[in-house]
């Protein structure tokens, strides 16, 4: 997390260039200029080609969905795009060679700012995410004037992963007056509730919800990843519920919310959870819903982490506490015994089978026939 001056930079810049060519009236906010010469951003000063092949090669890539949505990059993600997760790291390797080449290339700055965003923790290789890197590069371009739609957030979400709350949540409430989705409704009602404040993130939630749903039921051919975010954002819905113990409306966001992602994909790359182990607290309410309390006993483990005091501690340990009497039924790796941090990793996928030999922190029983909840 950043504090002091580190914060005040962040804030400040962000606050300047959204006040200074990128309003939040202004409509160039959201024109990703994907088609632009990508030296234009330098100044006078002519680019080398093989700075601009570099730009234009990764912005083919990263922004093949749109030009001008980066909610479209974000879905594409979510669905699942192997050749993407396959190419991140030449292209970060390659970014990192033309901010060496022109340190003053706004282009390459934000490119690689978002790239390092979209490396989520499945690509393995010798690149590994680097967010202090991702928020330095994006603040970099935003310095030297990038006012695109895909660098403005990445910027927001580099912001609140990095526990920059605040300069994120302003960001992001300037972005959802140019562009009112589903999806940026969803992000900036994740700042609001890891900063505590559910009353405000509620509406917005229920709102990105229901809006996911309609516009998943709108597109048809395309429509598999808009309803894993629906999916997404109604999990999101019934964790705030569950923490304001709002409990009565839980089961009805839960319902939608697996008959839209009944396995969870959209929990998978971790990326978009603020902060990261919120992920342990969404899986536990899919646990409860299955009845499966042992893991949902797991879960609420791995969330409150011993090196760090979540926001939602209080009614995580209260959700605990009334576990523990059913503690004793728990065998194995399902036992309540407090394991090394090393072996509670929240990285395992739902629907998994258990690594027996490598102690998965909650392994997920598979039984023939069994079906996925309704």
């Known amino acids: 997390m950043r504090t002091g001056w580190q ?20 409509p160039n906010l959201w024109n990703a200029n994907a088609n632009a010469r990508p030296g ?18 990764a912005r083919a890539v990263l922004h093949r969905e749109s030009s001008d949505s980066p909610d479209q990059s974000y879905l594409a993600d979510l669905a699942g795009s192997p ?15 033309a901010t060496r080449q022109v340190p003053d290339g706004a282009d390459a700055w934000a490119l690689l700012g978002e790239s390092l965003v979209r490396l989520d923790s499945r690509v393995s290789g010798d690149v590994p995410p680097d967010r202090d890197e991702a928020l330095s590069a994006l603040l970099r371009a935003q310095r030297l004037g990038t006012d695109s ?15 920059d709350l605040e300069p994120s949540l302003f960001l992001y409430r300037r972005l959802v007056r140019n562009r009112h989705t589903p999806l940026l409704l969803r992000r900036t009602a994740d700042v609001l509730m890891a900063l505590g404040r559910l009353d405000e993130s509620l509406p917005l939630y229920r709102e990105a919800c229901g809006g996911s749903i309609t516009e998943a039921q709108r597109v048809r051919g395309a429509g598999y990843p808009i309803r894993l975010e629906a999916g997404r954002a ?34 998978g790359l971790g990326s978009d959870f603020v902060p990261a182990v919120d992920r342990a607290y969404y899986r536990s309410l899919v646990f409860a819903r299955q009845g499966d309390s042992c893991q949902e006993l797991a879960a609420l483990r ?13 009614r995580a340990k209260s959700r605990l506490l009334r576990l523990v009497p059913l503690a004793l039924l728990c065998k194995g790796e399902y036992s309540f015994r407090l394991k090394p941090k090393a072996e509670r990793s929240i ?14 922190p909650w392994p997920v029983r598979v039984d023939a026939g069994s079906k996925s909840p309704t």
């Not at 914060?7 to 202004?26: Q, T």
């Not at 050749?83 to 060679?97: F, T, W, Y």
């Not at 739609?149 to 526990?163: C, D, E, P, R, T």
């Open 7 to 26: 914060y005040i930079v962040a804030a400040a810049l962000v606050g300047c260039a959204l006040a200074s060519g990128a309003r939040a009236d202004s």
């Open 40 to 57: 234009a951003t330098m100044g006078k000063a002519a680019a080398p080609s093989g700075y601009r092949e570099i730009c234009t090669r």
């Open 83 to 97: 050749d993407l997760a396959g190419v991140l790291p030449e292209i970060v390797r390659s970014l990192r060679e």
């Open 149 to 163: 739609a895909y660098h403005s957030m990445a910027l927001a979400l580099a912001l609140a992963q990095s526990g």
């Open 234 to 267: 109604c999990y999101a819905l019934a964790a705030a519920l569950d923490r304001s113990e709002r409990l009565s409306s839980v089961p009805g966001a839960m319902r939608q919310a697996v008959a839209l992602d009944p396995t969870q994909r959209s929990f």
């Open 302 to 314: 791995a969330y409150l982490d011993p090196d760090k005091v979540p926001v939602y501690a209080a």
């Open 347 to 360: 990285d395992v996928p739902l629907g998994s089978q258990p690594d027996r030999d490598g102690g998965a």
